[in-house]
């Protein structure tokens, strides 16, 4: 396939430029049950057993694999003396009696050498029995390869030591960042996340029998006016893990000194391709080598991942979190109007190039992708559309692409634990929490005060972004007698003064709070505390609202996953949370939580009073809606799922994305013109000015 058949045709009734990424993935098979949606790896895996599975020699892509396994040069599982499949399953066969007949705990150490004389290297196992199973695994996929033994053997293979994540925009640090613009789930999500994947990487390396330290680096932006946190500082070990760090790279203005100040995510495509270079000339540096995988977040993350893997040649993974055209109503049809403010353009087109040169993609929940009944999910928004007079997208990206794969994140259980743990209650940091839910008079940090104390507190806590809804329950609040009489109401959201904010959407939300509070005399039954960062005390606070026998309410228009509910529901805080995203797949309505429909605050604000009705009718319905919301989370939500998941889905296309060399090729050939003729004049026509700039909000 050439190239330059690939732009195929210009929209008839306006001069956009029409794209078809769908016609560049002849040869990859889609999936056609919408119930198989988001299970990309088993689909992947059953299509390999049976690709692999037809003629012997069919096996030579997974030899020729296996081949370029290696640690700095050091050659894992196999050596060059197998080059054929049958002395590959020969060696495997004589390996394999070998180890049987020797004691369970045998050190691999004890019989290297017998290994290397059948041209096996290290990997294959700590002891003889770990190397048995492995051995066998493979034996069974290359004699009649089935997916739950294809998905096994990439599960042990030793290709995964090194990680480089990027996430740039807002403030990436460890303290003091939360709330802060544009900084929100996603630098929890990523610092656990690291964590979970460090251990798991330690466990799987310690079982393949290896000496390796893994690496993991979490590429941010450097900030040199860093506001009182560390993003103005290079390298930063990140707290609680052995082997992974943040490394922040400057962004450059034009004259080729580092940015000093923050960057709005609208506004940040400018810096992205040379960010790219300078972040990657790091990394190799840092690494002394090539990552082994490389995970982008969000937009911009995606889109300089999508740089750095494709000029390094590494596996791709992409996570979006929560991207705009789904949050924004007709944000492409529309996009001229919006342009100024969001550049749109350069976002929805930079969001089509990384998800099609990843490799795969990690999604929370299943909505994300495929939304629901009512409403498309994040990733089906990005199917086909267009942006007027600029680009129609006829296929962006195919849900049933095997690329999605769900991997729900978890909550910190050292941090957010239920509050019945007594024993392990931060009992020490109640008089400051007292004090930030019940002293009387306003201050920097607070307004209001509640006034009747023996009444249970609701609470919410979320970036002051339009979207979060924050002003919306406020607003419920208010107009809800009932609700005013049985609870109290406490909101953790933004600043308090709007001349100290520099985000547009903030600005307009603190005005609306302060005149919300005065419109329905709040005062007295409310308190608005400014953000808190400081998240091991914020894990007491939905304890101590527990204490209260209150709840958590999400009120978001949307929410992509939602951490806060999870964290409130680790705590066991029953938690009402938005029917539109992720919450709605977290919470089972009625049994482990509840929804509420943003859009309707009045059945909202009534249904949020009637449970508190009832629980004062029924004295165990509160203990019983908490405690199956724990159980909720312990059976899907947590790190330890979730990093297992994402090990895997790394491994398995790392193999996968070397089938169809060719049509991959294409693609890439294509993505890059489409990047340089498009992204890059996007860029330069509607923000090069902003490198000029010193400062825009
Ligand atoms: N958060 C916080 N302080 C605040 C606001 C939020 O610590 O003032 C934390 C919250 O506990 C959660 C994260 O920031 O861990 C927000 O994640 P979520 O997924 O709810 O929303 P996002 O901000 O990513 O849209
Ligand atoms: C961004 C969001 O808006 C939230 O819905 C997610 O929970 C968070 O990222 C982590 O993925």
């Not at 600043?495 to 985000?503: G, I, N, P, T």
């Given at each position: 396939m050439k190239c330059f058949v690939l732009v195929r045709f210009r929209a008839k009734d306006d001069n956009s430029l029409g794209v078809d990424f769908g016609s560049l993935d002849l040869s990859t098979p889609h999936m056609?049950?919408?119930?198989?949606?988001?299970n990309g790896l088993q689909f992947v895996s059953k299509f390999m057993s049976s690709k692999l599975?037809?003629?012997?020699?069919?096996m030579k892509p997974l030899l020729d694999y296996l081949l370029t396994l290696n640690y700095r040069g050091e050659k894992l599982m196999?050596?060059?003396?197998?080059?054929t499949v049958s002395k590959l399953q020969t060696a495997l066969l004589l390996a394999e009696v070998f180890v049987s007949g020797l004691p369970k705990y045998t050190p691999y150490l004890k019989f290297e050498q017998r290994f290397q004389e059948w041209g096996l290297e290290k990997?294959?196992?700590?002891?003889a029995e770990r190397c048995k199973e492995t051995l066998n695994c493979l034996s069974e996929v290359l004699q009649a390869p089935d997916p739950t033994n294809m998905q096994k053997f990439f599960s042990r293979v030793p290709s995964i030591f090194n990680i480089v994540i990027f996430s740039i925009h807002g403030y990436f640090g460890q303290e003091k960042v939360l709330g802060l613009p544009d900084t929100g789930g996603q630098v929890v999500y990523i610092l656990d996340q690291v964590r979970a994947m460090e251990e798991e990487l330690l466990q799987r390396i310690k079982q393949q029998g290896l000496h390796v330290t893994p690496k993991i680096l979490v590429l941010t932006r450097l900030i040199p006016d860093a506001k009182g946190t560390?993003?103005?500082?290079e390298l930063e070990p990140v707290q609680n893990t052995k082997h992974s760090n943040i490394l922040r790279v400057p962004f450059k203005s034009q004259d080729g000194k580092d940015l000093r100040q923050w960057v709005s995510r609208f506004d940040i495509y400018p810096y992205l391709e040379r960010y790219a270079q300078d972040a990657s000339a790091k990394i190799l540096d840092i690494l002394e080598g090539k990552p082994d995988l490389i995970i982008g977040n969000y937009t911009d993350g995606n889109l300089v991942a999508s740089l750095v893997s494709s000029k390094l040649g590494v596996t791709q993974g992409t996570i979006a979190h929560a991207l705009e055209k789904t949050k924004y109503e007709d944000s492409d049809v529309k996009w001229r109007e919006m342009d100024q403010k969001y550049h749109f353009s350069c976002q929805f087109t930079a969001d089509m190039i990384a998800m099609n040169t990843s490799d795969f993609i990690i999604t929370s929940t299943y909505q994300e992708i495929a939304g629901s009944k009512e409403k498309p999910g994040q990733y089906e928004h990005h199917y086909a559309f267009t942006m007027p007079g600029l680009c129609r997208f006829a296929t962006g990206i195919n849900v049933f692409d095997p690329k999605f794969n769900i991997a729900a994140p978890g909550a910190d259980q050292s941090i957010y634990f239920p509050f019945t743990q007594k024993q392990k209650r931060l009992t020490d940091l109640h008089p400051q929490i007292e004090e930030l839910l019940y002293s009387k008079e306003d201050s920097d940090e607070h307004i209001g005060h509640l006034a009747d104390r023996n009444k249970p507190i609701i609470f919410s806590m979320a970036r002051l972004d339009k979207v979060k809804n924050i002003t919306g329950l406020v607003e419920w609040y208010g107009q809800n007698k009932k609700l005013r009489e049985h609870v109290n109401l406490v909101v953790v959201a933004g600043?308090?003064?709007?001349?100290?904010?520099?985000?547009r959407e903030e600005i307009e939300e603190i005005n609306k709070m302060h005149s919300l509070i005065d419109r329905f005399q709040l005062k007295g039954q409310i308190r608005w505390i400014k953000a808190q960062t400081d998240r091991v005390r914020n894990g007491e606070l939905y304890r101590c609202i527990a204490d209260t026998k209150g709840a958590f309410v999400q009120p978001a228009l949307y929410e992509a996953f939602g951490l806060t509910v999870i964290e409130a529901m680790n705590c066991g805080l029953p938690t009402f949370a938005t029917d539109q995203g992720g919450p709605a797949e977290i919470i089972m309505d009625g049994v482990s939580g509840f929804h509420i429909n943003p859009m309707n605050g009045s059945e909202a604000g009534t249904k949020i009073a009637e449970f508190f009705n009832k629980c004062k009718e029924d004295t165990s319905y509160w203990n019983k809606v908490s405690t199956a919301g724990l159980q909720r989370i312990y059976e899907c939500y947590t790190w330890k799922i979730y990093a297992t998941r994402v090990l895997n889905m790394g491994s398995t296309y790392a193999f996968w994305r070397t089938l169809n060399k060719e049509e991959r090729q294409a693609k890439k050939c294509y993505l890059q013109i489409f990047y340089n003729l498009q992204f890059r004049n996007l860029v330069s026509t509607r923000l090069n000015n902003i490198l000029h700039c010193k400062q825009r909000i």
């Open positions: 056609t049950l919408p119930s198989s949606i988001g599975n037809d003629k012997p020699e069919s196999i050596n060059d003396t197998i080059d990997g294959w196992g700590d002891n560390k993003c103005n500082v600043l308090l003064d709007a001349s100290q904010s520099k985000d």
